[in-house]
């Protein structure tokens, strides 16, 4: 079983927004801290937000202000709403727990284009 299936990703002008789905088959999920990170081309993977099991969420500055983590620990599901996109958004993004690194899933495409 895939331990993390991410979802919503697609080409959307710039401007425009996005909601990005996690699926999570982690057991004891709402224990944990969820992630979404994104990796574009040529660039490392990076960090986009975090949100812990107390529901406490932090951002990196690039993504404060646009992008809103949330979490379903009913569905085991982690969620990011993107806004205002920008070209430089375009990466693809992957979910995964911070504190205890599963196997990376295949990722959602974003891309930010006129």
């Known amino acids: 079983q895939v331990p993390l299936v991410e979802s919503g990703g697609g080409l959307v002008q710039p401007g425009g927004s996005l909601r990005l789905d996690c699926a999570a088959s982690?057991?004891?999920?709402?224990?944990?801290?969820m992630a979404w990170y994104r990796q574009a081309p040529g660039k490392q993977r990076e960090l986009v937000a975090d949100?812990?099991?107390?529901?406490?969420?932090f951002y990196k500055d690039f993504a404060k202000g646009r992008f809103t983590i949330s979490r379903d620990n009913r569905k085991n599901t982690v969620s990011l709403q993107m806004n205002s996109l920008k070209p430089e958004d375009t990466a693809v993004y992957y979910c995964?727990?911070?504190?205890?690194?599963?196997?990376w899933g295949q990722g959602t495409q974003v891309t930010v284009s006129s």
């Open positions: 995964n727990l911070p504190n205890s690194i599963r196997d």
């Open positions: 982690v057991s004891n999920f709402r224990s944990f801290t």
């Open positions: 949100i812990k099991s107390s529901g406490s969420a």
